[in-house]
């Protein structure tokens, strides 16, 4: 059953994740409302501790044993994901749902040459009698690997790192799925790699219009490829926007560092801007807004009192000073 | 030893070979470090850039003599490291220090802040022992971090802290030459502003060398005085960071600056080679798309462009009038 | 209290709590050893207390073990029996563990001809089954107590000396190993300090396992009487002489038998819980 046209394919209101420990329980996602049409490229951004891999998780079912999520709304295609018991859950995660991690190696199943993933993939999607080895040949090509017959035949631990991700691309982008979740896929990539595995992911979703949750710390990769840009931190979204406008006239003053950050290495600066400061604990937050001890803006309200989004539907901030008077 | 008064280190074609690991061919053992002849001024900032297996790494390590060079010379107060004993080597220990990429796995898990900051004064007398406590209070707060992290263990810190912690440490020992390898690549890229300020910041407050390691060219830009470019194990290009930036002459640099540019097209950009290129000749030959047949016959000998500039590439005047 | 007692009571008390095995395991271990320390020392009657009015006689409120040929309680030699082949084993993997950590250790972090010699000497111990190893060593040493613990330690050394040996080639690269070369750490202190504290975690797994494995060795000894030597009451000894008169009285080996898996089970199952312990503890904090 697939959703209207006009609805997101991706739809998620007040989403909550907390782990359960001996002590108490923290709560790493804090009510996280997103939602993605058809065919776009949405990018959530955020540092260590902000928990957007958690959100990524979450959605996916992927969480460890102790962890709790809570949701008001989490739709796929018009679909409840609450609903699914778990191996209902499976046929949609894996065929509809696919997911490119940060450790392109790892994702392999280090006892079988290439050709067995891409196989059981095509496989997958075209069912048992498919023509794999043609589809296999035109996916590698499709990547930018040349020569696919050597590759076909290599083990996972002979792949380096910029390979590897090639190939998983190809895996995913042949398995035509609805929704490609990607967590952090170039991180571990030298810079010219990453460039060209950025660009390639941009041209492969150009032409299949694919629809994508980018999971990344990084702000250029996002610039790159996103069409919307979500902000996380300490567990909520703190903005969310139009990839240019929020470049242009950032709103947030944790975006603002973020931005002001990625690019005063480019403009090479005399000193880099800061963000001074930590993360707040997440198992003892502040009351007021979980950014304030370390905004430069700061207000007596924002101390005390938890700020709600304010702004357009399509570019909202979790900050009074966007309040309108 | 050394002609000019204020260069702190020299490094005169240095070799790294690991045995087992061979060339086909030749049967030669592999060389991770090859023929690198280098120097290192006090109070310089010397960026090391290149992709993983470029040997970056392994020299800075040859060069701290955690590895032992195979070839070579390490020239440092009129002493050659390179082949001392490991007793013999004590006494320059405290002057050559590093920090690594992961700040993490860089501190003894089952020891607190305190005691990583204080077997280093132990160890090296720097203080008296009733006055230890003071010392490790002065070190955090050097870094910009507050005395109560004395009691905390390693995984209790987050990365920028730690990475403050382990800067702290290595400065205990006053060295005169810091290696930073890819120190600021596993944090968060705001908590790497903080970082590479605090870099900065203590550079120049004591007049420090730092041998800057990274991959990433914008990082080496904001903090290096001079750059120099590594391809698989050679040293192919160094100079001046403007003089890098404003005129590369390797085509392996002009690769690497025409990825900080988004529209680079992605015609010479292969995958670095799975295997490592043959001995003779140049080794970005097989990826270079200026290669003429005399790059894969002859090794290209490094050749002075101007001021500090140098190139090792057959084509490089050529390459440059274009 | 120091952070480092801190930590160490919080994942004490947190380890123990999400592990069954391990708490089990760690309950009969430790039923086992106050009841051979204490309870031999609380039973009315003695190890070598004869009472010749009741050879042999079954299970009974009195003798709930029943007695032996002699009239002796077999409860009470059991209890002292196991004390003693609890610490006959104990010595010997001491001994192993000193011994083959140290070695290990060393040769792992030297490198080099001393570890290729000490590895194939690892080997060739390997090679012999356990017992007939210990066998041997019995007749080239002599037979008796204290050469039952030396035979325990040879047998069992390679297993710590080839452990200690590859966990500490792992660590040996991790940077703040390298970070305390750079500071010129005396090698002993770096293995001391930082390296087996960091490594300590599987060998004691590897111990309380060993301790298991002493008892059988040591009970096999005996039994075949090249071990503990009589009067002195081991397990092994106990059932040397319970085998005797199994026909008659099956109580005295069968009872000695179940002390014996009593112990062993609780040794292992505290060993595995162990083990479940250490390992993802690590990843799982790491995560949080």
Redesign the interface.
């Known amino acids: 059953m697939s959703a209207a046209p006009s609805e997101p394919l991706l739809e998620i209101r007040d989403l909550r994740t907390r ?1 359960d ?2 002590g108490g329980s923290i709560e790493v996602v804090r009510g996280v409302d997103l939602s993605l049409a058809s065919g776009e490229v949405l990018g959530l951004i955020g ?3 902000s928990g957007k891999t958690m959100t990524g998780l979450s959605i996916l079912r992927l969480l ?1 044993a102790n962890a709790r999520l809570s949701s008001a709304v989490l739709r796929f295609k018009g679909l409840d994901l609450e609903d699914l018991d778990d191996r209902q859950f499976q046929t949609i995660r894996g065929r509809q749902i696919a997911m490119i991690f940060q450790n392109p190696v790892g994702a392999f199943n280090p006892a079988k040459r290439v050709y067995w993933h891409l196989r059981e993939t095509i496989r997958r999607r075209h069912g048992e009698h498919a023509e794999w080895e043609e589809r296999a040949r035109t996916a590698l090509h499709a990547v ?1 690997i040349p020569r696919p017959e050597r590759v076909l035949r290599l083990y996972p631990h ?1 792949l ?1 790192g ?2 590897a991700q090639r190939i998983l691309t190809a895996m995913v982008f042949s398995l035509e799925p609805d929704l490609i979740v990607a967590d952090e896929p170039t991180t571990n990539l ?4 990453e ?2 595995i950025l ?1 390639l992911f941009r041209g492969l979703q150009r032409r299949s219009k694919a629809t994508i949750l980018l999971i990344t ?3 250029s990769v996002a610039a ?1 490829l996103c069409d919307r840009i979500a902000v996380m931190y300490a567990g909520e979204i703190v903005e969310v926007g139009p990839t240019r406008e929020l470049f242009d006239a950032p709103r947030h003053p944790y975006t603002q ?2 931005i002001a ?2 690019t ?3 403009k ?2 005399a ?6 400061g ?2 707040p604990s997440l198992a003892a937050p502040p009351p007021g807004c979980l950014f304030s001890a370390r905004c430069a803006h700061a207000m007596d309200r924002c101390r005390s009192e938890r700020p709600p989004m304010f702004g357009e539907a399509s570019h909202r901030t979790r900050c009074f000073l966007a309040e309108p008077p | 030893m050394s002609a000019a008064p204020d260069i702190l280190l020299r490094l005169e074609s240095l070799s790294v070979a690991f045995p087992g690991v061979r060339h086909g061919g030749d049967g030669r053992h592999f060389r991770a470090v090859d023929d690198v002849t280098l120097e290192m001024r006090a109070g310089e900032v010397l960026g090391l850039v290149g ?2 297996g470029s040997g970056k790494t392994t020299l800075a390590k040859a060069l701290l003599r955690l590895y032992r060079p195979s070839e070579g010379r390490i020239l440092f107060r009129d002493a050659d490291l390179a082949h001392l004993s490991e007793r013999a080597l004590r006494p320059y220990r405290r002057d050559l220090q590093m920090v690594f990429q992961d700040p993490l796995s860089s501190f003894n898990p089952r020891q607190t802040v305190f005691e990583a900051l204080s077997v280093p004064m132990r160890l090296h007398r720097i203080c008296p022992r009733t006055k230890i406590a003071r010392e490790v209070e002065a070190a955090l707060a050097r870094v910009g971090l507050p005395a109560a992290f004395c009691d905390r263990f390693p995984h209790e810190l ?4 730690l990475q403050r912690v382990a800067i702290g440490r290595a400065l205990t020992l006053s060295p005169r030459l810091l290696v930073a390898d890819e120190a600021v690549s596993k944090l ?7 970082i ?2 605090l870099l ?1 910041d203590v550079q120049e407050a004591n007049r420090l060398s730092i041998l800057f390691i990274t ?5 080496a ?2 903090l290096c005085h001079r750059i120099g470019v590594m391809y698989f194990g050679r040293l192919v290009e160094l100079g001046t960071t403007e003089e890098i930036f404003t005129a590369p002459r390797h085509p392996y640099t002009r ?2 600056l025409g ?2 540019d ?1 529209e ?1 097209a ?1 015609a010479s ?1 292969a ?2 080679p ?1 295997a490592p290129p043959s001995e003779t000749g140049c080794r970005y030959a097989s990826r270079c798309p200026h290669a003429a047949p005399r790059c894969a016959e002859i090794h290209p000998v490094t050749e002075l462009v101007g001021g500090q500039h140098t190139v090792a590439c057959h084509l490089w005047r050529e390459l440059a009038d274009a | 209290m120091s952070p480092r007692r801190r930590q160490l009571l919080a994942r004490l008390a ?1 380890s123990f ?1 999400g592990n069954l095995t391990a708490t089990v395991g760690a309950a009969i271990t430790l039923f086992v050893i106050v009841a051979c320390s204490l309870g031999a020392a609380l039973m009315p009657y003695g190890p070598d207390h004869a009472d010749f009015l009741a050879l042999l006689s079954p299970p009974s409120l009195s003798h709930p073990f029943g007695t032996d040929s002699f009239g002796r309680d077999v409860l009470t030699r059991v209890l002292y029996g196991a004390r003693v082949s609890l610490v006959v084993s104990a010595a010997g993997i001491a001994i192993a563990a000193a011994l083959g950590t140290s070695l290990g250790m060393i040769s792992a972090y030297k490198g080099g001809g001393a570890d290729v010699v000490l590895m194939r000497f690892a080997d060739l111990l390997f090679a012999f089954p356990s017992f007939v190893l210990a066998l041997f060593l019995m007749v080239v040493l002599g037979f008796g107590t204290i050469n039952v613990s030396l035979a325990i330690a040879l047998t069992y050394f390679p297993i710590f000396a080839r452990l200690a040996r590859n966990m500490t080639l792992l660590v040996r690269e991790e940077p703040f190993v390298l970070a305390a070369r750079l500071m010129a750490e005396p090698t002993p202190r770096i293995l001391l300090r930082e390296i087996l504290p960091n490594i300590a975690a599987p060998l004691i797994v590897q111990a309380t396992i060993g301790i298991a494995f002493g008892i059988v060795i040591e009970a096999g000894l005996s039994f075949i009487g090249v071990g503990v030597q009589p009067p002195t009451p081991s397990l092994g000894v106990i059932m040397a002489d319970g085998r005797e008169y199994f026909q008659r009285a099956p109580w005295v080996l069968t009872m000695t038998g179940v002390a014996i898996s009593c112990a062993l089970l609780g040794l292992n199952l505290f060993g595995d819980g162990l083990r479940d312990l250490m390992d993802p503890r690590l990843r ?1 904090r790491a ?2």
């Open positions: 782990f420990l001996h540092e260590s501790g460890p930018g002979q380096s910029g390979m030298d810079n010219i790699v460039r060209q660009r710390h990084d702000m790159m560092g973020l950050t990625a005063a290495l480019r090479r600066a000193r880099l801007q800061e963000i001074a930590e993360l | 992709e993983s987050s990365g920028g802290q968060d890229v705001s908590i790497r502003a903080q590479l300020n900065k991959h990433d060219l914008h990082v830009r904001y690769t690497l990825t900080l988004e680079v992605d950009e995958e670095p799975a | 947190g709590r799982q995560q949080q």
